[in-house]
């Protein structure tokens, strides 16, 4: 075969034909000017979107506003206190002297973050004790009563968070003196018939007296102190033996109880610190991270099931287009557009709906957070990944609900499709 054969030969074979290429902005303007065509529709079809995106907004939003509140709420008396139980000797020794002396609440009040600390010495021989209002026993007296005697440091009152009611809590002078004073609680108070301490009134029990000398009321913490009678240490030491410290209380400021948990034993009990049993608050972060999951948990199938109804709607509306515009499709496909320029064009509107709801429902579901915040006084806490990632979310619902109408369109044969009644 000649060169000249060749070359007609090749002549002959058919040119391939270059289809058209979409740029993007076209794609774009197309697909923005059939969402704006029904624009009743279209508004419709993206309201399920909005009260899905709307819903899980305000789920989130206001659940992490509502368990930041319960945390800043919190119960300051339990998130503050520490409490340091003392043994009264060392595993497998008999005698050791105390673990704990009564000056070491001292060196506990010196850590950082300690507001006030108090030592307390009780025993179950002075838990039930019997206490009198005087000292003449007669027919039918109803004036004794059986009381919890302890022994405590002058710090009590600021460490149960109580107040004197009357008269004054014992001092280092009547610790130091050995003073034969008792403080009593309210309520012991009350059983004692003690109104006033101005007459200086006495109590007595196991043949001593002792000079009532305030009354301790509105206690918080260990309230079952408000029924005991409160002895100097060196007093209960002296006449009931109550020498050693059996319980510490601290109470710290709001976010310091953890560390002054585990520092407190090493200052009361240098060496033996392991013997000591603390007992602190619960970490609060994750008290509010419980709050926030449970509200969570309870609203977001609500949330989820508006954006599966929100995107069956969109793929509805976007099948129905599809065959509504079932001319301008073939029409599109014999001017050599391909099937996946129609099904981007067709995919790109749901996703618009999408995205448009997704914007529309983060914004109201950030004002209603606000004004929930504003109406019960809270502090609103938005998390700017929930705004970011809302309208995000609106426009992977439309993506996937536009899937199947956009790959239906993109099937459509020209000649069947321009064949088709308009």
């Known amino acids: 075969m000649t060169r000249a054969g060749a070359g007609r030969r090749r002549s002959t074979r058919p040119t391939r034909v270059e289809r058209p290429r979409l740029d993007p902005r076209d794609l774009w303007t197309e697909a923005l000017a059939g969402v704006l065509a029904r624009p009743v529709r279209s508004a419709l079809t993206t309201l399920g979107t909005v009260l899905g995106i709307t819903t ?82 007669a027919p039918g007296d109803t004036s004794s009563q059986t009381l919890g005697v302890v022994a405590t440091s002058a710090g009590l009152p600021d460490a149960v968070r109580g107040a004197m009611t009357a008269g004054r809590f014992f001092d280092t002078g009547d610790i130091a003196r050995r003073d034969q004073v008792a403080v009593l609680g309210d309520q012991a108070a009350e059983l004692l018939g003690i109104r006033r301490v101005e007459d200086a009134p006495a109590i007595f029990f196991r043949g001593q007296s002792y000079t009532v000398v305030g009354i301790l009321g509105g206690i918080r913490r260990e309230r079952q102190l408000s029924t005991a009678v409160l002895l100097p240490p060196t007093t209960a030491a002296d006449r009931l033996g109550l020498r050693d410290v059996t ?34 608050p619960p970490d609060l972060s994750k008290s509010r991270d419980g709050v926030q999951n449970d509200v969570n948990g309870l609203f977001l199938v ?31 496909r014999a001017l050599g557009a391909s099937r996946r320029q129609v099904a981007g064009q067709f995919l790109l509107e749901s996703t618009t709906i999408g995205l448009l709801g997704g914007v529309i429902g983060t914004s109201l579901g950030i004002a209603v957070v606000v004004c929930v915040a504003v109406v019960k006084d809270w502090t609103p806490v938005l998390d700017l990944r929930l705004a970011l990632g809302a309208p995000l979310a609106g426009a992977l619902v439309g993506l996937l609900a536009g899937l199947y109408p956009s790959l239906r369109a993109a099937r459509m044969e020209p000649a069947d499709a321009l064949r088709a009644p308009s």
């Open 56 to 137: 899980l907004v305000i789920t989130i939003g206001v659940a992490s506003t509502a368990g930041n509140q319960i945390v800043g709420r919190f119960d300051a008396l339990t998130a503050t206190s520490v409490t340091v139980t003392v043994p009264r000797t060392l595993p497998g020794q008999d005698d050791t002297g105390p673990l704990v002396d009564w000056s070491g609440t001292g060196a506990v009040r010196r850590l950082a973050g300690v507001e006030s600390v108090a030592a307390l010495a009780d025993s179950a021989t002075t838990n039930s004790v019997q206490v009198r209002s005087n000292d003449v026993t």
């Open 247 to 280: 319980r510490v209380l601290v109470n710290t400021s709001l976010g310091a109880a953890r560390q002054v948990a585990r520092q407190a034993p090493i200052a009361l009990a240098p060496g033996h610190e392991d013997a000591l049993t603390v007992v602190a």
């Open 302 to 332: 609500l949330g989820l099931v508006s954006l599966v109804v929100g995107a069956i709607g969109i793929a509805n509306v976007t099948l129905v287009t599809v065959m509504e515009r079932v001319g301008e499709i073939g029409l599109r």
